[in-house]
């Protein structure tokens, strides 16, 4: 971790104490060129030993500690004889064309790696890095001055380690577009954020992917049988020939009812951090299983400390009913052609209110008489032909356990799909979603996934809903009546969950940062600006409003 905080302090936090990882191109191709010396060989006699034998060393991936300065590292390749020994450290890519033959993070990780080993009692003057990629060998003499560049480093990183405070995110560094951590740290959004009103707006650079590489995977099929076969999960149906995966492509799994899965493809899963979320038959999400929690303890006591003031609580929640309210309009003003001007005018007014708002139940009252407002005028956002379907279509009033009529049955099962995508969100991201600072804990509600998604649900879920009515993608032949209430098919599900997956996926311009992102990331933009905000790092949680 020397190394990451020789290139950039607030990577080496969010490495280390934050525990963040993902990977990029870099680091994958890094670890395959890294196989090779990752691989223990050979034997390092030890100092008093090695004194008595000039034989030649040459040991690969070797773990050695330093108590008095505190450095461990993973060696991977000694080479000596006698007491002198040599760490050699192999990087990826090219030799630098600069005059010290390598990069000061560089310099400064081999220097340590001569350190621990004169801490061990070998005598050790200079180190060398093996470029793999252009195959050379640039020797790192330990100079003085190197030498207490490298523990100069070490004690910086030991104070920001205890202080429990982010150091601040390079501004317009070209070290940035390369760091696999661009999308956790967002720098220039941070910078953005916390910039003055007055002050001159600094162009924010996408340097994260607008979509994700990763996406999830849906299970409903009645019997189906998931299990690991190499580096692919397959699923095997009754009667049907198996259908398979790769593990890298997906991000999460969802299944529904009677779905099982074998220990092997559960242990996988677990160790590369993919969710599996569990729905009921009937579109209830009970529960998530993944592996180890996240290890950013430290944002969750500040989410803990932050829910149980009230006073910083109703100000995050101010935001997010502001946000949803204006979603709202902005939804009502696009798809409803005959909206009165007067219900627009409530929303703008109630949104307003919601923003300046400083008492909870206060803001429970606007939301829900904006909700009424909203719910009162959304049949006229639907445009289902006459005929048979336009009565299956005929939406008076939001209803739910169970909801009562196909519409509310389409809002229903998205808001769970919604709900499911922010709790597994919030769980990447380090957050309890259990505990929110709108919604109030309740026994089995995340909390905290339910305020995330609040501005989400116009604009993912029931613009899915429009569309797959207005588009005539669903039918009443979609839905069955089971007593007083109506649920959707499995051909139905499957449908809904196509166009909810195509809405996920498109692309829209931030309205802060000025770029293109899908929805699916805008998510996870939100969570993380959520995290930053209880960091001190932004005055406060920006919602997601579209023009």
Known sequence: ???????????????????????????????????????????VPGPDETRKDDSAIHARSILMSAGKIGLIAKIDLLEGEGNRLTPVDYKRGKRPDIPEGAYEPERVQVCAQGLILRENGYECSEGVIYYVESKERVAIPFTDELVKRTLTLLEYAKKFASLGTIPAPLQDSPKCPRCSLVGICLPDEVQRLSEDDDGELVDVRRLLPARDDALPLYVQEQGAVMSKRGDTIEIKRAGSPPVTGRFMEVSHISTWGNVTMTSQCMHELCDRGIPVCHFSYGNWFYGITHGMTHKNVELRIRQFRTAGDAGASVAIARRIVEGKIRNCRTLLRRNNPDVPEAALEELARLAKLA??????????????????????????????????????????????????????????????????????????????????????????RPALALDLMEEFRPLVADSAVISLINNRETTPDDFIEKGIGVTLKPEGKKTVIEAYERRMDSLVTHPIFGYSISYRRVLEVQARILARHLAGEVPAYEPFCTR
């Open 1 to 43: 971790m020397l190394n990451e905080y020789a290139y950039c302090p607030r990577l080496f936090y969010l490495e280390w104490v934050q525990g963040e990882w993902r990977e990029s191109r870099d680091t994958v191709e890094g670890r395959a060129k890294h196989r090779r010396v990752q691989k223990e060989s050979g034997r």
């Open 355 to 444: 923003s300046e708002a400083t008492d909870a139940g206060a803001l429970l009252g606007m939301e829900g008489a904006a909700a009424n407002v909203y719910f009162s005028n959304f049949a006229g956002m639907l445009k289902a032909s006459p005929g048979e379907c336009a009565p299956a279509f005929d939406f008076q009033e939001r209803n739910r356990r169970p909801p009562k009529d196909p519409v509310n049955a389409l809002l229903s099962f998205l808001y769970a799909i919604l709900a499911k995508d922010a709790t597994v969100t919030l769980l990447s991201v380090g957050f309890d979603p259990y505990l929110g600072f709108h919604h109030r804990p309740k026994y089995g």
